[in-house]
């Protein structure tokens, strides 16, 4: 044993083999993101039933309203960080191969960047135009 | 050893599952269900900035018979992901763990549920 280790505090052995100060992350995450769905959900699906006849001029208009683009945006970022977060913990319950499980965990994760990403850019396209 | 008739359970097969833990699985199958049903949010919304025509056609893809089904069963989901998901919260916060509590706000969470789709189909339609 080198005198190094002798020297250590148990507490110094013990930093950053645990989850202490990080363990709660996701858990923190999903509920911060559920308690931001929870006003942002609502607001889109009275957006939306607003939304059901209306042709292709109007949906620009009331996308072109800046609060609605940021609105719409940050539903559907958030729905995406919290889909990404629930996903996640179901695949780590149910798939126990661990190449497999890999696999879903990661395509899921870059499913939900994609995905928040292509509809961002749709909002700002119909909000901006060009 | 006598051999004993000792119940085996839970059975999945044949395990009738309790009331909350219906719910339980319900707000992970909602909540996969709407992950994946994001996919017809991102089309919707890709249809728009593509333009006129797009549009058109994914309005009258989301309005047909089908389209309405499916649209349905988004509302159904949402509605009873968000409700259980304020249940959840309560049980962040320390309250209801009781088995009647939870039983009692099991019901609570399945009739708003129900009562937020019925109000969003009546308007909306």
Known sequence: ?????????????????????????????????????????????VS????????????RDWVGQPLNATLLSLTVLTAMYHAQLGVEVV???????????????????????LLGAAMVVSILKVAVGV | MTKRDRPLSPHLQIYKM?????????????????????????????AAAYGPDAYATAQAVLGSVPGRLLLFGWSVALFYHLCNGIRHMF???????????????????????????????????
């Open chain 2, 91 to 125: 049980w962040d916060a320390g309250m209801g763990f009781e088995i009647r509590d939870a039983v009692k706000s099991g019901y609570i969470t399945v009739g708003a549920a129900l009562a937020l789709t019925i109000l969003a189909w009546a308007i909306g339609v």
């Open chain 1, 48 to 59: 939306v039933i607003g939304l059901t006849h209306a042709d292709y001029g109007t949906l």
């Open chain 1, 1 to 45: 044993m080198g005198s190094d280790v002798k020297l250590r505090s148990a507490l110094g052995r013990a930093r950053g083999l645990g989850s202490a100060r990080e363990g709660v992350g996701h858990f923190y995450a999903q509920r911060a993101t559920a308690i931001g769905m929870i006003p942002l959900s609502l607001w889109f699906v």
């Open chain 2, 18 to 46: 309790p009331f909350t833990a219906v719910l339980s699985i319900s707000h992970r199958i909602t909540g996969v269900v709407m992950a994946v049903g994001t996919l017809v949010l991102a089309y919707w919304l890709a």
């Open chain 1, 91 to 113: 695949i780590a319950d149910y798939v126990h191969g661990e190449t497999l499980k890999f696999t879903l965990l990661t395509a899921s994760t870059m499913a939900a960047f």
